[in-house]
C-alpha cells in the first residue's frame, strides 16, 4: 500500500539544470519540520517494498540519467535564512539558494560572501562539496550545522572539525548519512586560500555562458592545469552531438539544447574523457552528479 503523501509519476525535468525529460515514481517533498518527521516511515515504506531512497538536497546541479526513475526521490524544499548584523552569524536552511543569499548581503554592505553571487546551489549543495569560487570556500565561515542521521533517525549538531571538509570534500559527501535540516556560519572575518581580485559578477555575467548547464562539468585537476584548456585543446569546445555541446565561451560548460536526450549528455561527456585521456593521461572527474537508477 502506497503512502497517501508520495506523489506517483512525478515530472521532475525542472530539478536539474539540464532539463532534459523526466519522471519520478515516487516523490516526496520537505518543506518543513514536520515533514522530516515522515522520512522514517517513507524509510520503512521503500525497505518493505525494495524500493531505494534518493535524497536531492543539492539543488539543480546534476545530470539525469534515465527516463523514470524507479526509486524514491525526496526533495529538499528547506527555506528560511537569517543574518544578525551585529554578530555577524548567517543561519540558513539547507535548500536556501547561496547567490540569492549572497547577493542580499551584497546590497546590505555586507562583502564577504560576493565571490558567491550567481553560485547556481544550494546551501546544502555548497556544504556538501565546500563550494570554492575564486579562492574562497565554504569551510572558511562554516561553524556547525544541524542535521538528521539517517541510520539512527535523531538530530544532532555537527561542528567544523566533525565535517571534515578538504578540497571539494566534506563528511556530508563522503558518507551520504546526513540529511542538513540548518547551517550556520561566522561571516566576520573573510579567510582565503589565496587572494583574488577577480570581479566574479561581471566575470559570470560576460564570460560565462547563458543556457541549460550546471556550469562547470569537470573538476580542474590542478591550479595550473583547467579541465576547460583540457577540453579546448582536445577540440571538444566546439563539437556537439546532436543538441549537447561544450560552450564556445567556457569549454567546461556541458550545454543542452531543450531538445537535448540525456543520451546524447552522456555520449558526449564518455567521448571528452577519452580523448583527454588519451591526449594528457588525465582522468577528468565529474563535478556534476549524474544520477542513474
Same mark, same amino acid.
Given at each position: ?40 516511515? /517513507? ?11 534518493? +535524497? ?7 545530470? +539525469? ?8 526521490? &525526496? ?32 546590497? !546590505? ?12 546551489? #544550494? ?6 562539496? !565546500?563550494?570554492?569560487? +575564486? ?19 535523531? /538530530?544532532? %549538531? ?6 571534515? +571538509?578538504?578540497?571539494?570534500? #566534506? ?19 573573510? %579567510? ?55 560552450? !564556445? ?6 550545454? #543542452? ?11 558526449? &561527456? ?5 580523448? %583527454? ?10 563535478? %556534476? ?5
Amino acid at each position: 500500500m502506497t503512502l497517501d503523501y508520495l506523489i506517483e509519476n512525478k515530472d521532475i525535468k525542472s530539478l536539474s539544470n539540464f532539463k532534459t525529460k523526466a519522471k519520478a515514481r515516487y516523490y516526496y517533498e520537505i518543506h518543513n519540520r514536520q515533514d522530516i518527521e515522515k522520512l522514517s516511515e /517513507i524509510y520503512s515504506f521503500a525497505k518493505a517494498n525494495n524500493i531505494k531512497l534518493l +535524497f536531492i538536497w543539492w539543488g539543480t546541479n546534476m545530470l +539525469f540519467a534515465f527516463d523514470i526513475f524507479d526509486w524514491i526521490i &525526496i526533495n529538499n524544499c528547506l527555506e528560511w535564512w537569517n543574518y544578525n548584523n551585529e554578530t555577524k552569524i548567517l543561519d540558513s536552511y539547507s535548500n536556501e539558494n547561496i547567490s540569492d543569499i549572497a547577493e542580499s548581503l551584497f546590497d !546590505n554592505g555586507q562583502l564577504l560572501w560576493k565571490r558567491f553571487i550567481w553560485l547556481p546551489w #544550494s546551501i546544502w549543495w555548497a556544504v556538501f562539496w !565546500n563550494a570554492w569560487c +575564486f579562492w574562497l570556500e565554504i569551510e572558511n565561515n562554516f561553524l556547525k550545522a544541524e542535521v538528521l542521521e539517517l541510520k539512527t533517525w535523531k /538530530i544532532k %549538531v555537527l561542528d567544523k572539525k566533525e565535517s571534515w +571538509f578538504e578540497y571539494r570534500n #566534506s563528511i556530508y559527501k563522503k558518507t551520504e548519512i546526513y540529511f542538513i535540516i540548518k547551517t550556520f556560519f561566522d561571516l566576520s572575518k573573510k %579567510v582565503e586560500k589565496y587572494h583574488s581580485d577577480v570581479d566574479n559578477i561581471d566575470f559570470r555575467e560576460n564570460k560565462q555562458p547563458k543556457g541549460n548547464s550546471c556550469g562547470s562539468f569537470f573538476k580542474n585537476p590542478s591550479k595550473e592545469q583547467s579541465a576547460g584548456k583540457l577540453i579546448e585543446e582536445s577540440w571538444f569546445k566546439w563539437k556537439k552531438i546532436w543538441w549537447a555541446y561544450f560552450s !564556445n565561451i567556457h569549454a567546461n560548460f556541458l550545454m #543542452s539544447d531543450d531538445d537535448t536526450n540525456y543520451k546524447d549528455l552522456l555520449t558526449l &561527456i564518455k567521448k571528452v574523457k577519452e580523448n %583527454v585521456k588519451n591526449k594528457y593521461d588525465i582522468d577528468l572527474i565529474n563535478e %556534476v552528479r549524474i544520477i542513474t537508477n
